[in-house]
Every structure is written in structure tokens, then in C-alpha cells.
T-cell receptor
Framework: EAQVTQNPRYLITVTGKKLTVTCSQN?????MSWYRQDPGLGLRQIYYSMNVEVTDKGDVPEGYKVSRKEKRNFPLILESPSPNQTSLYFC?????????????FGPGTRLTVT | GENVGLHLPTLSVQEGDNSIINCAYSNSASDYFIWYKQESGKGPQFIIDIRSNMDKRQGQRVTVLLNKTVKHLSLQIAATQPGDSAVYFC????????????FGKGTRLHILP
């Protein structure tokens, strides 16, 4: 089954404790992206990647890092999480020919930073 | 649901009726427009897209209309079903930026039995 998977689905952590949210897709997509979703603010892009070893900042990259060492994986790293990073996070992927338009989204990761 | 805004516009529609969800976009030079559907507890799902050189595009039970004069996009859902209950987002591709889209705030569609 074609899908984007994220782990963990739920995470509660404390300020300053480094964490990684994994994202993996099995569709051989070149384009991958991370979004955060907050009430009243909609979906905002954090980082995206057009292919292996190519990453770019989105609209809200501060406090986040990403890497793209393999085509299928695109982990999101929070080196020192803060309470304002409490949010619902989505990973997405798409074929390069579809651009960022027809993205497949993962199920989301609910992160709470206390 | 956990993934929607506290003050999202809400549209309530009787089951079986047609739904029209509206969206005002920001940039008159945007080239591409997309509609996504997000059911409670799930990630957004692509529905349909339309290029700026078109004013209408039809899919299965859905139609997207684009009015560039007033920067308005709408999604029409025919014969609304309970499974259509979700938050609907429009998105646009800003000019000269091929590799990203900007999402709108979303509209909740509520189906009345």
C-alpha cells in the first residue's frame, strides 16, 4: 500500500530534550516536506526537499533541522524543543512531476513540549 | 477534531444537497490552485487542482471554479454524503516559486442528516 508513515504519532517531551520525528514514504517520491498545523494558522511549511541531499527552508524553519540521506526518509529534528513548538506535524511527499501540488500526507504527529 | 482551528468557518449542508466551499486567494499571479480535504484525525488528502489558464475543472462529484478577476476559488461537491464531512483547504502556488504551495486557513463542512 502506497503510504507516508510517521513515528511517533504522539509525543510528550520537556523543553530542551532533543527529539526526532521520522518520516518514510514507499512511493519513490522525490519531493518531501514537513508542515506544522496550528489552530487559526492552518498548515505552514517547515522544510522541504526536492531530492536526496537537497533541502530548503519553508516558511517557519526556525528551531528545526532536517536531513535527506535516503530518498524514502526525511526526518525532522528538534535540537532543543520549546513550548511554542507544540503542534501537529505532518510529513508529505510527491512525485517530482506532480511538483508540490499533489502531495501525499502522513497521519500526523502530535507533539507537546512542556 | 484535533486538527482544526478554533474559529474555522463552517458550512452546514443537508445530506444529498450540493455544497459550495469558497476560498479567496492572495496573489493574482499565482499559477496553480489546489483543494485538499482533511478528515478528523487524518492528514490532508489531495482532491483536485486547476491551472490559472482554466476557469473550471471537473472531477468525480467535485468541480473547481476559478475566477481570477476577483481572486476567488470555489469547490462544489455534488450530492453531499456523510463521508464528505471534513475540513477543506485551498492552496495556491505563488508566482516564481515552483516548489511550494501556500495553504489557506480551511473551511469545515458539516453534513446534516
Amino acid at each position: 500500500e502506497a503510504q507516508v508513515t510517521q513515528n511517533p504519532r504522539y509525543l510528550i517531551t520537556v523543553t530542551g530534550k532533543k527529539l526526532t520525528v521520522t518520516c518514510s514514504q514507499n512511493m519513490n517520491h522525490e519531493y518531501m516536506s514537513w508542515y506544522r498545523q496550528d489552530p487559526g494558522l492552518g498548515l505552514r511549511q517547515i522544510y522541504y526537499s526536492m531530492n536526496v541531499e537537497v533541502t530548503d527552508k519553508g516558511d517557519v524553519p526556525e528551531g528545526y533541522k532536517v536531513s535527506r540521506k535516503e530518498k524514502r526518509n526525511f526526518p525532522l529534528i528538534l535540537e532543543s524543543p520549546s513550548p511554542n513548538q507544540t503542534s501537529l506535524y505532518f510529513c508529505a511527499s510527491s512525485h517530482i512531476l506532480a511538483g508540490p501540488y499533489e502531495q501525499y500526507f502522513g497521519p500526523g504527529t502530535r507533539l507537546t513540549v512542556t | 477534531g484535533e486538527n482544526v482551528g478554533l474559529h474555522l468557518p463552517t458550512l452546514s449542508v443537508q445530506e444529498g444537497d450540493n455544497s459550495i466551499i469558497n476560498c479567496a486567494y492572495s496573489n493574482s499571479a499565482s499559477d496553480y490552485f489546489i483543494w485538499y480535504k482533511q478528515e478528523s484525525g487524518k492528514g490532508p488528502q489531495f482532491i483536485i487542482d486547476i491551472r490559472s489558464n482554466m476557469d473550471k475543472r471537473q472531477g468525480q462529484r467535485v468541480t473547481v471554479l476559478l475566477n481570477k478577476t476577483v481572486k476567488h476559488l470555489s469547490l462544489q461537491i455534488a450530492a453531499t454524503q456523510p463521508g464528505d464531512s471534513a475540513v477543506y483547504f485551498c492552496a495556491e502556488n505563488p508566482p516564481k516559486i515552483d516548489d511550494k504551495i501556500i495553504f489557506g486557513k480551511g473551511t469545515r463542512l458539516h453534513i446534516l442528516p
